[in-house]
T-cell receptor, first 112, second 116 residues
Framework: DQQVKQNSPSLSVQEGRISILNCDYTNSMFDYFLWYKKYPAEGPTFLISISSIKDKNEDGRFTVFLNKSAKHLSLHIVPSQPGDSAVYFCAASASGTYKYIFGTGTRLKVLA | ETGVTQTPRHLVMGMTNKKSLKCEQHLGHNAMYWYKQSAKKPLELMFVYNFKEQTENNSVPSRFSPECPNSSHLFLHLHTLQPEDSALYLC???????????????FGPGTRLLVL
């Protein structure tokens, strides 16, 4: 049973527009969430995280939103740039554990 | 430049071979992790070491044997693997184990393993 789901395997966005990547989770014990970006032939790179005590965290062009009641988080990239083209993974963990549960990833393509 | 390095980057081995994957972190972290990523599947945690002590073995077959001689180095010894073990093996490190910003895991580039 997949506890973290990224239902969109791919997404294409025009350069300069907003990219919205979604992630759903089922375990209500999760209280720390992260987004990673992965380029081909490289390992995942940490992008941004959010604790369950917040509903929004922003870092430059990247904003993560957390809706605990819906068990949903999203990553907004604005404006999108061609260099943002990569696979994006969301991950979740619960206090008292160090296990990250990853989604299967969404491949973002930003078109110039 | 990533603070976590892995060697080799690619490895092809037969089912009777013995090989080792190496991971080194230059971040001053105390926790290190091995993950497996198979095609179309999420990353799966295999092993966790905290201050050189193994704290997690996520039901991994004994043909995978981890070793952590110090907080900066982590090995994964492989023997008598099966073709279904072909995957991307990723190493990660964090300042400590747990949740929160101090425990954010940073990944190496991975070793792509093919078992014939």
């Amino acid at each position: 049973d997949q506890q973290v789901k990224q239902n969109s395997p791919s997404l294409s966005v025009q350069e300069g527009r907003i990219s919205i990547l979604n992630c759903d989770y089922t375990n209500s014990m999760f209280d720390y969430f992260l987004w990673y970006k992965k380029y081909p032939a490289e390992g995942p790179t940490f992008l941004i995280s959010i604790s369950s005590i917040k509903d929004k965290n922003e870092d430059g062009r990247f904003t993560v939103f957390l809706n605990k009641s819906a068990k949903h988080l999203s990553l907004h990239i604005v404006p999108s740039q061609p260099g943002d083209s990569a696979v994006y993974f969301c991950a979740a963990s619960a206090s008292g554990t160090y296990k990250y549960i990853f989604g299967t990833g969404t491949r973002l393509k930003v078109l110039a | 430049e990533t603070g976590v390095t892995q060697t080799p980057r690619h490895l092809v081995m037969g089912m009777t071979n013995k090989k080792s994957l190496k991971c080194e972190q230059h971040l001053g972290h105390n926790a290190m992790y091995w993950y497996k990523q198979s095609a179309k599947k999420p990353l799966e945690l295999m092993f966790v070491y905290n201050f050189k002590e193994q704290t997690e073995n996520n039901s991994v077959p004994s043909r995978f044997s981890p070793e952590c001689p110090n907080s900066s180095h982590l090995f994964l010894h492989l023997h008598t693997l099966q073709p279904e073990d072909s995957a991307l093996y990723l190493c990660a490190s964090s300042l400590s184990v747990g949740t929160g910003s101090e425990e954010t895991q940073y990944f190496g580039p991975g070793t792509r393993l093919l078992v014939l």
